[in-house]
């Protein structure tokens, strides 16, 4: 074993020792574990279905082969989606539709997927499991944001970093 890997060993197990497990216990957010199995549930029962077949299908026909289309059309409908079934699984079932397109621009179409499962949860307070946990955790120390003001904050920002961000991968290519 490498000396990097034997470091972290150590390090790890100097932090399990003096890790309270009975507060850990208390404080672990258990319906957490239910919600993140589920949602990949869901991307599999979405590729089991061909759902993502007929996105892939979609997505090439709406774009028409125009690179600067595809990007943004992959990265808003990522974006979209990251706040309908949440930024993890949404990426996993672009990923499973970019697998059944072939277009001369997919491999920017990657990179939009990222940029749209990155950038989109930023919309709503349910688009990704880290918002969630920050609201959990904001809510506990007495902080309160409201899932509207969450949403008016995140509606001016989100549209123009896609569109930017867009810009910018269709730039690289």
Known sequence: MRWEARGCCLQARSCYRCLDKARLGRE???SLFAFITGMFIIVRAVENLGITTALGRGLLELSGNNPIRSILLTASGT???ANLI??????LV???VLRNTSSAVSHA?????ILGADLGPNLTTVGSLATMLWLLIMR?????ISTLEYF???ITVVPVMIVIGSLLI???L
């Open 86 to 91: 949440n930024n993890v699984p949404m990426a």
């Open 28 to 30: 672990v957010s258990w």
């Open 140 to 144: 506990r120390k007495g902080l309160e």
């Open 109 to 113: 179409m990657v990179y939009a997927v």
């Open 79 to 81: 974006a979209l989606g």
């Open 170 to 172: 269709w730039l690289k």
């Open 152 to 154: 008016k904050l995140g």
């Open 94 to 96: 672009m990923i499973s």
